[in-house]
């Protein structure tokens, strides 16, 4: 009898696993009967975009836009169904079938989010991938956009200099990111210290929500207008597209990247840029990487730091700022290149050899393999001794990792949009971003343990250094450490503000009072989504 007492646990394990494959199988049955039934005109151009795991476009069609694998192994749980939808009819009848049968939604632009939310689910479910929606239709008269939420900024850079030269929009600093996923959750970039975020510069979206209806900026309402533009994706519907104003960029802009190692006091000048870049003209992108570094194989490793800029303009007009204001960095006339604005983006991506197709590869990766990532924003400088700190860290990690910190400074136009302006709060006050990573081979991945934990370890160190009650996150840079749903999405308001605060910080309670009215039920949802106020 005390053995099969002590058997009972598995058993109800055993039996739980079951009842979830018996559920997930008939839902999933059940579901692409509903699809093929809801347009029976369309049944044949929907099966041909729907993907169950018997069929042998399944794996490569989840792969492709898997961009942390990190959540590509074995254990991954994948999705009962893909549809990589070709309309918008398409969309509304897998929203429509999964709320029938009961079946999670996960959306993918890009498949950037950094823990795999976009395509990654605890219960049954079923990924919509935009990969079809990817029309960029500029219209340079008027200097506007519209573009969908499966294109990628790089393609949204490419096309607009197609049309104009002289005009671009806000996009990001890493071009391989989904526009859907980049908009959602504010999306700054190169141009932000001159015309804000992304998000800043939207002007309507096509909106998908749980019942299926198509909204606009008129018919969605101010509120949800104001959430989708920075409320993080995934928590009130499906974005298809968005109308995006245009911005205008010079004919010449000048860049410069120059390295210094500790030996070369990479300390002393890093303490020094906080103060200087997050107060130069509107007009400068500035960025430190930071990582370890060895010049040759005899040589004892060290830590390089990398200051890098874009300038709207030309170098007769760089050089003197740079020498005003930041004359310890001892740049020299050779540094500073000028090039056009489109080869400006292939250079900061380290591209500068090649042309700008090289903007329309979505599947060239930026980042390691597998990674973790991690975000913060600062509002006082870093003393000295905070950054000395740093380096054994950095110089602790194995050769083959790749571990390296970007500092992003803001200012400029930052400074003067409210911070109530769109849900992304991290506005006036903030000097600069910090982006955490640490990446290694698919291979490593047995290891990922390890990694992860010295970058917790890095996160704690940093703690007293930067934003305080709460300490902020870029929700772009998505990190389940810092709070999370249950696994099934659900979670009360006071679990979600945990995390939900330092995304967004007090625009968090608005993000909830949209969510309440625009999706009650809490159809979309995942494991950092806005809850509705009664769940």
């Not at 700054?188 to 975020?197: A, E, N, P, V």
């Not at 200087?276 to 430190?288: E, F, R």
């Not at 991290?426 to 000097?431: E, F």
């Not at 990446?439 to 047995?446: D, S, V």
Request: glycine fraction near 8%; charged fraction near 20%; aromatic fraction near 12%.
């Amino acid at each position: 009898m005390k053995s099969l007492y002590r058997s009972l646990p598995l058993l109800f394990v055993v039996v739980c696993s079951l009842s979830w494959v018996n559920v997930s199988a008939k839902s999933h049955d059940n579901f692409l009967d509903c699809l093929s039934s809801y347009h029976p005109d369309e049944s044949s151009s929907i099966s041909k975009v729907t993907y169950t795991e018997t069929n042998s476009s399944y794996s490569p069609v989840l792969e492709s836009s898997i961009r942390n694998h990190r959540f590509s192994t074995p254990n991954t749980p994948k999705p009962l169904v893909i549809v990589t939808p070709l309309n918008i009819s398409h969309v509304q009848a897998t929203i429509r079938c999964s709320k029938k049968h009961g079946l999670q939604i996960r959306t993918r632009s890009g498949g950037h989010d950094y823990e795999g939310l976009s395509y990654v689910s605890h219960v049954p479910f079923v990924v919509i991938d935009l990969v079809h929606f990817k029309s960029v239709e500029v219209d340079v008269e008027n200097e506007e956009v519209w573009v969908q939420s499966g294109a990628i900024v790089g393609e949204v850079y490419y096309r607009i200099n197609e049309r104009s030269t002289k005009l671009t929009f806000p996009g990001a600093f890493g071009y391989t990111v989904g526009m859907g996923g980049f908009i959602s959750g504010g999306g700054d970039g190169l141009l932000s210290r001159k015309y804000g975020l992304a998000a800043d510069n939207v002007i309507d979206a096509q909106f998908v929500d749980a019942s299926g209806r198509v909204l606009d900026r008129r018919s969605m309402g101010k509120d949800l207008f104001w959430a989708i533009r920075g409320g993080g994706g995934g928590s009130f519907g499906i974005v298809l597209s968005w109308k995006i104003k245009l911005v205008h960029v010079p004919s010449i802009v000048t860049v410069f990247s120059v390295g210094r190692t500790l030996e070369q006091n990479a300390t002393q000048l890093l303490h020094r840029w906080q103060y200087v870049a997050p107060n130069l003209p509107n007009d400068v992108y500035s960025l430190v990487a930071i990582s370890a570094w060895k010049a040759s194989e005899n040589e004892t490793r060290t830590v390089l730091v990398t200051f890098s800029s874009v300038f709207q303009g030309g170098a007769n007009e760089l050089i003197p700022l740079m020498q005003e204001r930041f004359p310890e960095l001892g740049l020299v006339k050779e540094d500073f290149i000028e090039m056009t604005w489109t080869e400006s983006v292939l250079f900061i991506n380290g591209l500068s050899n090649e042309t700008s197709e090289a903007l329309l590869e979505r599947n060239r990766s930026l980042l390691p393999p597998s990674f973790k990532s991690k975000s913060d924003f600062v509002h006082e400088p870093v003393p000295e001794i905070a950054l000395q700190g740093l380096w054994p860290q950095l110089l602790e990690v194995d050769e083959a990792i790749s571990a390296h910190q970007t500092f992003i400074a803001y200012g400029g136009m930052m400074d003067e949009i409210s911070e109530t302006e769109t849900p992304f709060p991290h506005r006036k006050g903030t000097l600069y971003k910090i982006h955490y990573n640490i990446g290694w081979q698919e291979e490593e991945n047995i290891r990922s343990q390890r990694y992860i934990s010295w970058m917790r370890k890095l996160y704690s160190f940093m703690g007293p250094f930067v934003s305080k009650s709460p300490r902020a996150a870029y929700v772009n840079y998505r990190d389940l450490d810092i709070g999370r749903n249950n696994d099934d999405g659900k979670a009360s308001y006071k679990q979600a503000s945990v995390w939900g605060r330092k995304y967004f910080k007090n625009n968090f309670d608005r993000l909830v009072s949209v969510k309440t009215k625009i999706d009650p039920e809490n159809f979309f949802k995942h494991e950092q989504s806005i809850p509705p106020h009664f769940h």
